[in-house]
């Protein structure tokens, strides 16, 4: 089994900043894709940032140039590191990853608890 714990949200005002963390551990012989979601309430979860296995990055483009996703491989965590955030970035934010427990098992997706964030104006 895999566990992903989140931790870094809380309140924080326009234009402040907040790091979130996302550890996973378990039965983890390989993390492939690993990102954050965001749900904000009466809207439908979307994705906020993503990072394979590489270097590559993908972003959406309502935080692009604001928020960088980072993956410390060794410790299967991935960083979310939010500037100059905005009321509506207020969300539950999720955690997301595509592990392998063995070399010869499928990839399986696992999310985190979720984490809030809220913007205040």
């Known amino acids: ?6 931790s870094g949200g809380g309140l924080v005002q326009a234009g402040g ?6 550890a996973a551990s378990g039965s983890i012989f390989r993390t ?3 990102g954050w979601y965001r749900q904000a309430p009466g809207k439908q979860r979307e994705l906020v940032a993503i ?6 990055t993908n972003y959406a483009d309502s935080v692009k140039g604001r928020f960088t ?5 060794a410790k299967n965590t991935v960083y979310l590191q939010m500037n ?10 999720y955690c997301y990853a595509v592990v392998r427990t ?3 098992s499928n990839s399986v997706a696992y999310w985190g608890q979720g984490t809030q964030v ?4």
């Open 51 to 56: 990072i394979p296995s590489g270097t590559s």
């Open 118 to 121: 809220t913007v205040s104006s």
């Open 32 to 34: 492939d894709a690993m």
């Open 84 to 93: 100059s955030l905005k009321p509506e970035d207020t969300a539950v934010y």
């Open 102 to 104: 063995t070399y010869f």
């Open 69 to 73: 996703i980072s993956r410390d491989n």
């Open 1 to 6: 089994q895999v566990q992903l714990v989140e």
């Open 17 to 22: 900043s907040l790091r979130l963390s996302c």
